[in-house]
């Protein structure tokens, strides 16, 4: 089945340490997106990429860091100067090409401690 | 900039009541508009949408129609279900940086529990 994969579903980390997020999409799609969730709030954009080696910065991209080397990948790096990294981060994917329908992946649930 | 206004939740409603969840939005051009709804713990699920004016998305029972006049897009359902319970987001289509780019903008999510 085709889809977009998010690993971990749970993930913990330590205060100052970087920790990288993975998402994983099948379904051939050149566009991708991260997403961060807060409780009670709307979704906002972290980064996006239209296509390989290729990515835009989002409305909350100060520490973050993203790559595109591959068309199903895009990970997602959440660094030490990240203020407040615990959230709820969501993948996405589109056809590109100005379609803008996006399918989400199940989310990672990040925990700073 | 473009933006989404959701109506602010929580909504709560018994089982076989009306449903309406009011959605207006500010944007530049003519952007598709979506609904999108998220369960417990879960990414988020495309519900419905329409890409020009007049156009009515449906599904599941539910149903929103794109008034460019009004600029609205307000989500109705006849007779929700417990399984309705869940939190909705509306959200347009905007441009992004880069040829072709497209980014979506949410609203801020209506959270609706329904009870039996």
Redesign the interface.
Request: hydrophobic residues 30%; without cysteine; negative net charge.
């Given at each position: 089945d085709g889809g977009?994969t998010?690993s971990p579903k749970y993930l913990f980390r330590k205060e100052g340490q970087n920790v990288t997020l993975s998402c994983e999409q099948n379904l051939n799609h050149d566009?991708m997106?991260w997403y961060r969730q807060d409780p009670?709030?709307?979704?906002r954009?972290i980064y996006?990429s239209?296509i390989v080696n290729?990515f835009?910065k989002?409305d909350i991209a100060e520490g973050y860091s993203v790559s595109r080397e591959k068309k199903e990948s895009f990970p997602l790096t959440v660094t030490s100067a990240q203020k407040n990294p615990t959230a709820f981060y969501?993948c996405?994917s589109?056809i590109?090409?100005?379609?803008?329908?996006?399918?989400?992946?199940?989310?990672t649930r990040l925990t700073v401690l | 900039g473009d933006s989404v206004t959701q109506m602010e939740g929580p909504v709560t409603l018994s089982e076989e009541a009306f449903l309406t969840i009011n959605c207006t939005y500010t944007a530049t051009g003519y952007p598709s508009l979506f609904w999108y709804v998220q369960y417990p713990g879960e990414g988020l699920q495309l519900l419905l949408k329409a890409t020009k004016a007049d156009d009515k998305g449906s599904n599941k029972g539910f149903e929103a129609t794109y008034r460019k006049e009004t600029t609205s897009f307000h989500l109705e359902k006849g007779s929700v279900q417990v399984s309705d319970s869940a939190v909705y987001f509306c959200a347009l289509s905007a441009l992004g940086q880069g040829q072709g780019a497209q980014k979506l903008v949410f609203g801020q999510g209506t959270r609706l529990t329904i009870n039996p």
């Open positions: 977009i998010q566009a997106y009670g709030q709307g979704l954009l996006y239209q290729d835009q989002g969501l996405a589109s590109g090409g100005g379609v803008g329908e996006q399918f989400f992946g199940p989310g | -």
